[in-house]
């Protein structure tokens, strides 16, 4: 076998996900049985500070020689990088990455990819005109698990899907931990709310489950029905968002499938104890379900239950040697189990094999999908009255934010 090969990334942004990806993609990938590449931090950028960008460098364990700026411009223009990681809020995602593209940059984006599908649009002619690699960074569907429930459902062991259930909520006490109205969860200048945040993973196990399962010329967009709370103090961002979508199929594969998709910043999947957790997603057909444990953006659970009496229960554990015991999800944190990485690393992995491979986009999630994924988004938000401010829906670029 041949060497592997060493993808150089540079970071833009220097928050808590970007902490936790860099400290992932730090981790050999051997230990996880990956042999064809391997990565390196070049470059990290802040647009706060060059001494905030060098004190990420160092937090994160980066090599000693890896470049610090002050700023995203430069790191664009540093020649050493093959690949930019973005992990700015949802609100500047479509400038940054335009940014990165317009300088020749391959591009892994943080989820939600943008505010409004019309920029995800955007980004994805740019990248084609330029020919680079641009992926939405939804790392969920790039876990082993997530390929086995694939593989299970296009297996036929429950038949054709008929409907799913997805659910990703968390009791966040808004009031409490939002309360000047500034956090990103909740700050329309930065595309806050449920929906974009969380509700992305909830139609995530809808799509990965019942769209990307369908032969290629049989994926077509669903209808949409939704329902959107605003979350009171803020009034512009969504708290509890629910949306009913009806998938068309042909006859011969199962005929119309439905799908509900919750999300919420007030209630949780998981009230109490994780050990006495319902399964958030519930994917169903004539010959029983898959249930996935929450929480849906990184589940380490699932169980087959199908009507001849069949029970299968998985655990799923990420690989270590991981990242550090502590992690961030947004708004305080978690902790691996002992040993265990964080599982951000899968989907490096991939958009790093897509470089070696020559790819522009990534393997489980085209830019097409993550388009009419936006589009959901977009009619949801349309029927629930929800638009964020010109700035950060528009297309134009340069946009000041
Ligand atoms: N995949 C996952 O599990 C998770 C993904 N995310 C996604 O990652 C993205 C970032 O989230 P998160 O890391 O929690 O956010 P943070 O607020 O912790 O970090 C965002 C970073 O973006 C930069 N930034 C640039 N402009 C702004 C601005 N106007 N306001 C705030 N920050 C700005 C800052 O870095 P600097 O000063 O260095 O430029 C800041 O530290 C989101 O899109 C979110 O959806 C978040 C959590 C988990
Ligand atoms: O992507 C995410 O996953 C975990 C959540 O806690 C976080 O808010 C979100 O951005």
């Known amino acids: 076998m041949s060497s592997p090969k060493t993808i150089r990334w540079g970071i833009l942004a220097t928050g808590g996900i970007a902490v936790t990806f860099t ?3 730090l981790v050999d990938p051997s230990t996880r049985g990956v042999k064809h590449i391997k990565h390196t931090v070049v470059a990290a950028a802040s647009s706060s500070s060059r001494s905030r960008a060098e004190q990420f460098l160092k937090e994160t364990g980066c090599p000693a020689d890896a470049k610090a700026y002050g700023s995203y411009e430069e ?8 690949i930019v990681y973005i992990a700015t809020p949802h609100s500047h995602h479509y400038q940054n990455a335009m940014l990165c593209l317009d300088a020749g940059k391959n591009v892994l984006c943080e989820k939600a990819f943008t505010v409004n599908a019309a920029q995800a649009r955007a980004l994805a002619d740019k990248a084609r005109e330029k020919n680079l690699f641009l992926m939405e960074a939804v790392w969920t569907r790039y876990f082993p698990l997530s390929i086995y429930v694939r593989e299970q459902i296009t ?3 429950i038949g054709p899907v008929a409907r799913v259930f997805a659910d990703n909520s968390m009791a966040t006490n808004p009031e409490e931990a939002f309360h000047d109205g500034k956090h990103r969860l909740v700050n329309p200048d930065l595309a806050g709310g449920a929906l974009l945040d969380l509700g992305i993973y909830s139609l995530t196990w809808i799509f990965q489950t019942l769209y990307l399962t369908q032969p290629e010329n049989q994926r077509k967009p669903p209808k949409v029905l939704a329902a959107l709370k605003n979350y009171s103090p803020t009034k512009a961002a969504d708290e509890t968002t629910t949306i009913v979508l009806s998938f068309p199929r042909p006859e011969e594969a199962g005929g119309e499938a439905h799908a509900i998709a ?6 949780a999947t998981t009230p109490g104890s994780e050990a006495a957790a319902p399964p958030g997603i519930r994917i169903q ?4 379900e898959i249930q996935v444990f ?25 690989p270590g040697p991981g990242a550090g015991s502590g992690w961030y999800n947004g708004f305080g944190g978690g902790k691996n189990a002992e040993g265990e990485g964080h599982g951000m690393f899968w989907e490096a992995d991939e958009a790093a094999t897509a470089l070696v491979e020559g790819r522009k986009e990534g393997k489980y999630e085209s830019l097409a999908e993550s388009i009419v994924i936006m589009d959901v ?3 949801a938000r349309k029927q629930g009255g929800l638009v964020y401010p010109e700035k950060i829906e528009t297309t134009k670029y340069p946009t000041q934010l």
Request: charged share 35%; glycine share 8%.
């Open 294 to 318: 929450p929480p849906a953006y990184r589940p380490t659970r699932t169980k087959i239950v199908l009507n001849d009496g069949t029970v299968e229960d998985k655990e799923w554990p990420q």
């Open 75 to 82: 790191l664009v223009k540093d020649p050493d990088i093959d």
């Open 23 to 25: 400290k992932d993609l």
């Open 155 to 157: 297996a036929g062991r």
């Open 262 to 267: 919750t999300t919420s910043l007030r209630v």
């Open 377 to 379: 988004m977009d009619e």
């Open 285 to 288: 057909g004539p010959k029983g």
